[in-house]
């Protein structure tokens, strides 16, 4: 993937609040069809970088860019990038008054201007691409956590986005349900050509489908490591603390 054309730069950026930072130097690339998985312990600002990524915090330093394009939020310019998102939150943050077919329906209905009838067509293929068939006259609170968690992602490609953001995916499952989440984001990849990038500290997920593991570490502020996953637990030269990450310490 490395020589494929970068999809996301990001370049010396710190993240803060107010004088506190919480990381700094950031710079890594996320390539197209890329899994980036950002990992680290608690703390240590795994969400933070996401909120900028999709523009809903702004750097205090350093830079993102999408393709060739500065991601500047608040701009006109960074909400066309952002119609290539699709983000996924970790509750899954359906409208709990909407059935899941309005909820899917929604992105469509404000973005488009697609008739009613390629609406349903459109969000009956987005449920069903996710396993969701036949739930649209749900309400999310019908639902089970792994069913609304499948439910967010519905929403998240009901524009065939061509990036894609999860926060947390498989919080709260149980592990055959997060496998079959797994499972799913691997087929989204490759259905959708899309690029992912996953915040999560579940080994299991982080084993099964990343391409590549940012490490952001608590203590220095920054990222140790960026690096396959599987490569970096194996390597006796990797980052020790990225190694006991990576088996729960059982190199110790």
Same mark, same amino acid.
């Given at each position: ?87 996924s939150f ?78 947390? !995916?498989?919080?709260? &499952? =149980?592990?055959? #349900? $997060? ?6 984001? *691997?087929?989204?990849? %490759? ?32 990222a140790l490591?960026?690096?396959? !996953?599987?490569?970096? &637990? =194996?390597?006796? #030269? $990797? ?6 990450? *990576?088996s729960r310490? %059982?190199?110790?």
């Amino acid at each position: 993937m490395s020589n494929q054309p970068a999809t996301i730069r990001v370049k010396n950026l710190t993240l803060a609040y107010g004088d506190y930072t919480v990381m700094r130097a950031l710079n890594f690339s996320v390539h197209k069809r890329e899994i980036k998985v950002i990992m680290g312990g608690s703390g240590c600002g795994k969400s933070t970088l996401l909120k900028h990524l999709v523009g809903l915090e702004r750097a205090k330093v350093g830079e993102i860019y999408y393709g060739d394009q500065r991601f500047e939020p608040g701009t006109s310019q960074a909400e066309g990038i952002r119609r290539r998102f699709g983000v996924s939150f970790q509750s899954g943050a359906l409208w709990s008054s909407m059935t899941l077919f309005e909820n899917v329906a929604l992105p469509l209905e404000h973005y488009t201007q697609l008739p009613a009838s390629e609406i349903r067509e459109l969000v009956e293929f987005k449920l069903s691409l996710v396993g969701l068939a036949g739930y649209g006259h749900r309400m999310p609170s019908e639902l089970s956590g792994g069913m609304q968690k499948r439910a967010g992602l519905a929403r998240a490609i009901a524009l065939d986005p061509n990036i894609l953001f999860f926060d947390e !995916p498989s919080a709260g &499952l =149980d592990p055959l #349900s $997060s496998r079959r989440l797994d499972d799913l984001i *691997l087929e989204l990849r %490759d259905a959708l050509g899309a690029t992912i990038i996953i915040v999560t500290h579940e080994l299991a997920s982080i084993f099964a489908i990343a391409d590549s593991a940012l490490f952001l570490d608590v203590d220095s502020k920054t990222a140790l490591c960026d690096g396959n !996953p599987h490569e970096l &637990l =194996d390597d006796p #030269s $990797s980052n020790a603390k990225v190694r006991r990450f *990576l088996s729960r310490g %059982d190199n110790d």
